[in-house]
T-cell receptor, first 113, second 111 residues
Framework: DAGVTQSPTHLIKTRGQHVTLRCSPI?????VSWYQQVLGQGPQFIFQ???????GRGNFPDRFSARQFPNYSSELNVNALLLGDSALYLC????????????FGEGSRLTVL | GESVGLHLPTLSVQEGDNSIINCAYS??????FIWYKQESGKGPQFIID?????DKRQGQRVTVLLNKTVKHLSLQIAATQPGDSAVYFC??????????FGQGTELSVKP
């Protein structure tokens, strides 16, 4: 069975540009969460979506947005990129909204120049 | 505020020895904890979890201990192998998909 898949795996952008990252959850999982992991630190929660609705948001500016589609896949959008947005962006899926195991993808490595 | 912290950023052990990785958390209301392993260039991989109504849980070669009195978690890895080399994170989960991760401990296994 396929795990959580993310695309692209690597990308380079310049300051001021925008980026769209994509995530496909494990089949049957309805919850998708996004995390930002800066080098040398633990992942930081950005968003959770469940049944196509935003269920939680971390301490990130409005430049960050996301959505979930009817097939439960998800997109993370970041506008007006800053150098500090350079990070590994991780997507995780789970069966439900409640506390439980999250399955992570391999991430999208974003470099902002 | 909420935080989950790790006591040591690096841990070096000899192959075959047991490893103990510690973690402190600050939210006494937390009711679910997870340990993740992250290898270089990869996403976090689930190791073991524990709910707050338990104080110990065992898996294959791994044991998690929870001390709610002092808000402390530990991960014990028995007979550590080179393949165990990675960064280990503890995380608190009490709001669905919102995991609060600690800084991480890098485990290095010497052959």
């Amino acid at each position: 069975d396929a795990g959580v898949t993310q695309s692209p795996t690597h990308l380079i952008k310049t300051r001021g540009q925008h980026v769209t990252l994509r995530c496909s959850p494990i089949s049957g999982h309805k919850s998708v969460s996004w995390y930002q992991q800066v080098l040398g630190q633990g992942p930081q929660f950005i968003f959770q979506y469940y049944e196509k609705e935003e269920r939680g948001r971390g301490n990130f500016p409005d430049r960050f947005s996301a959505r979930q589609f009817p097939n439960y896949s998800s997109e993370l959008n970041v506008n007006a990129l800053l150098l500090g947005d350079s990070a590994l962006y991780l997507c995780a899926s789970s069966l439900s909204m409640g506390p439980g195991e999250l399955f992570f993808g391999e991430g999208s490595r974003l470099t902002v120049l | 505020g909420e935080s989950v912290g790790l006591h040591l950023p690096t841990l070096s052990v000899q192959e075959g020895d047991n490893s103990i990785i510690n973690c402190a958390y600050s939210n006494s209301a937390s009711d679910y904890f997870i340990w993740y392993k992250q290898e270089s260039g990869k996403g976090p991989q689930f190791i073991i979890d524990i709910r707050s109504n338990m104080d110990k849980r065992q898996g294959q070669r791994v044991t998690v201990l929870l001390n709610k009195t002092v808000k402390h978690l530990s991960l014990q890895i028995a007979a550590t192998q080179p393949g165990d080399s990675a960064v280990y994170f503890c995380a608190e989960n009490n709001q669905g998909g919102k995991l609060i991760f600690g800084q991480g401990t890098e485990l290095s296994v010497k052959p």
